[in-house]
């Protein structure tokens, strides 16, 4: 958690596995037992417990057909269904009763992603975590958590992350179409190689003591949002700055709060209260 605060920091970071010490987390998680989500396809008004349930359960394998019984885990426990167990997979069944077999890419869009979508607008608790994200992201970043991260919904080469379909639906860019759901073609993946290669990290501005004055105002909005040492705060203004000075600086701050932790040094303006609830 420290590497990732180092890495984005003043974002709030949300755990969203089903493992998460939180429970906005684990409600956002595809394995949560909600109950009562429409299996997507051909599948007659049924119904099932969980996203992960309905992705499990409508696996096609080498060796065993769809899984009804997926469909009512409540356990968020056992419901992957492993190739080491059941062989090849074929592909994933468009409903209980469809005779369809869909690739993996349009199994993510047929199945995955409708049903996905559903528990985030569909289930008032979810709802209402996703909007309060909403507002936050208005005036801070924030790093969602999964166990995979797959920013590309084109590539057919990695699990979709729930993750990424929670920051598409906030960004009102939810994918659902066959487009959205196209794999890459050889020279689409050649230029997508050759933009990240270009892209480069915005250079920091570099700044002495008699220098600070002028990020004061935006350093007392940063330690009254939330505890930072001195490279955290230094990073969120695009400065580049020596701690000492900066720690000497920060010292002269009426109502600041210094603690040391791990040899280094924790600003904030304002007592931090530990609280389970988002934000």
Known sequence: ?????????????????????????????PFYPHKNIPIPGDSRGMTAYSVEGIW??????ENAGIDMHS???DTMKDIKRTVRKFGRPL???NGVYSKELLNYLDAKRLIYAPAYKYVLENVPKVRAIVERIRQKAQESDIVLLDY?????????????????????????????TDKDFRPWTPDE???LKKSSKRNTTTARVKVSASDLDKYKEDI????????????????????TV????????????????IQRRKNRYIFSLKEQNEDSTLF
Do not use: C, W
């Open 56 to 61: 499990q359960g409508l696996k096609v394998f």
């Open 91 to 93: 592909g994933h069944q």
């Open 220 to 239: 007392v909005k940063i330690l009254k949002k939330d505890e930072r040492t001195a490279s955290d705060i230094a990073t969120m203004l695009g400065i």
């Open 242 to 257: 020596n701690s000492t000075l900066l720690k000497k600086y920060l010292e002269k701050f009426p109502n600041i709060s």
């Open 1 to 29: 958690m420290e590497k990732i605060q180092e890495e984005y920091p003043g974002a709030y970071i949300l755990d969203i596995t089903s493992s998460s010490p939180f429970e906005y987390g684990r409600l956002l998680s």
């Open 148 to 176: 995979n991260i797959n920013p590309d919904n084109r590539d057919a080469s990695k699990p979709l992350s729930h993750a990424e379909l929670v920051k598409m639906y906030i960004e009102d860019r939810y994918p659902e």
């Open 71 to 73: 469909f009512r885990n």
């Open 189 to 191: 993946l050649k230029e």
